[in-house]
């Protein structure tokens, strides 16, 4: 089953199930300074949950274009590493707002799962919040899953809200307890069942997460209650796909298989399992919906989550031979396969390979004598890459802190970060008082405009990069 009909059947089975089918919204969360970037089905739905909108109707279903490359739930360290991390992915889902409950929302998940995708229900598992009896009984006593494949899953680190079943948007906002559903790809595969300390590994993934979504967290940790309790899931696209199509990679679907070879087409690399091809595959689709969004490459917000996006890449690309622009090349590829469903793409393909292109071009023109300054700085085995040379190769050479810091986990050197820090902060002290500060300039890589207060908050709490500018 190709991805697209895995899309078409899951919004037409909620459809009879009396949802409302719903447009995706746009990457780009409308006026919410809380998120950087839609990572779930439940955004464009925030102020419905919290009862501050209400809709025509109290059941939707939609394809969610996602993407999890900065703040709370961020999956960019993840890709190539893991099989099935992706930083955009496509997120299935169905809500009730104040409709349904618990009962329903499982009963309808196993349903679609076991008849319309007949799923072997032996290769099924269920985790559920540990204090969760409700859903605990609703699983085993009425679906009947095996007590043996339902998992109680509750704090984390004695961090009550951090667990893996609390599901949270962001760091304030609708949240509340959830029961995850996982499929077994077998003993082929490393990894060990939910709740496990193997559980990190590739075998048993997780495809389903269903929401009971009710409280709004507050900034001090506080839960209030939802004014109704209501229903919210994801299921991610690639992920479903990859069981059906009877691979165990996100990477091997109909999908990533036409990105995979279109990147082994432009960078002349020959061997189909290359990581690199991977990622270049995955950033190809983050950049370009981010570009028809209207998130251009820039130093500030999500602009520079995009630039970082797209020089991952373009490092990548380099890794495998390439010194020229290659990355736009494959919009095409992308189009003809997401085109379709996401005509947005389709419309602006022109603008969205300039755009690429663009900032393709930028970085050629200094990537390789950063390449050669940082194996330089590596003769002999260093395995601490020195805070000064990062720094460098960020100011001078337009290399992102991550991008350094991604070289340095396949070669197996670690970046000296206070010292980046503090060689970014001696250089801000230089300029201003040398006069070159301007209040009104954006942050460049000559880095004269901007009070820098940590790169690694940068990184981590992509959700706060503008606050973080203060130029
Ligand atoms: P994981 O534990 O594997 O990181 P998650 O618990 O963070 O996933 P949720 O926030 O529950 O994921 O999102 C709902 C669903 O979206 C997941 O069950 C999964 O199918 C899919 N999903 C989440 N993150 C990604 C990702 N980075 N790439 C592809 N699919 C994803
Ligand atoms: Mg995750
Ligand atoms: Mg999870
Ligand atoms: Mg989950």
Known sequence: MKAAEIREKFLSFFESKGHTRVRASSLVPGNDPTLLFVNSGMVQFKDVFLGTDKRAYTRATTAQKSLRAGGKHNDLENVGYTARHHTFFEMLGNFSFGDYFKRDALKFAWELLTEVYKLPKDKLWATVYAEDDEAYDIWHKEIGLPADRIVRIGDNKGKRYASDNFW??????????????????????????????????????????????????????????????????????????????????????????????????????????????????????????????????????RGYVQRRIVRRAIRHGYKLGCRKPFFHKLVPDLVAQMGEAYPEIAEQQQRIMDTLAAEEARFFETLEHGMSILDGALAGGVKTLDGEVAFKLHDTYGFPLDLTADVGRERGFTVDEAGFNAAMARQQEASRAAGKFKMDRALDYSGAATTFHGYDKLVIEGAKITALYVG
Request: glycine share 10%; proline share 8%; hydrophobic share 40%.
């Open 168 to 301: 949270q948007m962001a760091d304030t906002g609708p949240c509340g307890p959830c029961s995850e559903i996982f499929y077994d790809h077998g003993p082929e595969v490393a990894g060990g069942p939910p709740g496990s300390p193997e559980a990190d590994g590739d075998r048993y993934i997780e495809i389903w997460n269903n929401v009971f979504m009710q409280f709004d967290m507050q900034p001090d940790g506080s839960l209030i209650p939802l004014p109704k309790p209501c229903v919210d899931t994801g299921m991610g696209l690639e992920r479903l796909a990859a069981v059906l199509q009877h691979v165990h990679s996100n990477y091997e679907i109909d999908l990533f298989q036409a990105l995979i070879k279109a990147a082994a087409r432009e960078t002349g690399c020959a061997d189909l399992e290359n990581n690199s091809l991977k990622v270049i595959a995955d950033h190809i689709r983050a950049t370009a919906f981010l570009v028809a969004d209207g998130v251009i490459p820039s130093n500030e917000g």
